[in-house]
């Protein structure tokens, strides 16, 4: 008998730990292929869904939208209300912070334990229309989620390949987010460097990709759970 409890008790202890694998509140910032998501992480195209089914996190909130910019532009102003879908002057990562500062504010959001943003394909692919330096977007952002959430681990994830920008370009603008991470003292996840995903050439063809730049629920799952194993590495270290 003694046994027999010592199994069931087992037993009620994986369950606890398969319904709640990741003991974290996560947010989730970022672009397109993030917000293809869903703001609540479960629409089969974008990584974050697949991310939250195998991490299984207390919570999962995404605040991601389709054009976002880490950079910002002289008109850039304060606005949690803009969504646009495509490129514009407020429709950036700054706003986003602006968005879950108000949601955790007016209890709305839960003080997030850990922070992931995917950003900055926009960035290259209309780099004429964002001349501010990448690091200073990336600088400003990460310094007031650190002053605000003080205890929250955050992490930097570059962008995934895509076709839309030269290869050797993509590698730059990743070493610069990468940059940013250790000046700061926060943790990255390289995606150019991830050996599971595709080149961007073969993106389409293989089927990752509907259009070389976002991702179809073949591509989604595997960039999630490539980002999934990275996260669980990080916060093990």
């Avoid at 730059?172 to 003292?185: F, S």
């Avoid at 599971?196 to 799952?221: M, N």
Wanted: glycine share 6%; with cysteine; charged share 20%.
């Amino acid at each position: 008998m003694k046994k027999i409890g010592l199994l069931i008790l087992s037993c009620f202890l994986m369950c606890g730990t398969l319904s709640a694998q990741l003991q974290k509140h996560v947010v989730i910032l970022g672009d397109s292929n993030t917000w293809l998501g869903g703001d609540a992480c479960n629409q089969p195209e974008g990584w974050n869904k697949w991310f939250n089914d195998l991490a299984k996190p207390l919570s999962c909130r995404s605040y991601a939208r389709s054009g976002a910019t880490w950079t910002n532009t002289g008109n850039t102003v304060y606005d949690i209300e803009q969504n646009t879908g495509v490129l514009a002057d407020n429709n950036v990562i700054f706003n986003q912070v602006n968005r879950l500062l108000y949601a955790t504010s007016h209890g709305q959001q839960v003080i997030p334990d850990l922070i992931l943003i995917m950003a900055g394909t926009n960035d290259l692919w209309f780099a004429e229309k964002r001349p501010e330096p990448l690091a200073t977007g990336i600088r400003q952002n990460c310094q007031i989620l650190r002053d605000s959430f003080p205890k929250a681990c955050v992490i930097l994830i570059t962008p995934p390949p895509f076709t839309k920008v030269p290869v050797a370009r993509q590698q730059q603008a990743a070493a610069e987010i990468e940059l940013c991470a250790q000046t700061m003292h926060l943790s990255v996840i390289r995606l150019d460097q991830a050996k599971p995903l595709l080149p961007a050439k073969k993106l389409i063809k293989r089927g990752y990709s509907k259009d070389g730049v976002h991702t179809t629920e073949k591509g989604a799952k595997v960039l999630g759970r490539y980002i999934y194993e990275q996260v669980q590495k990080l916060l093990q270290q």
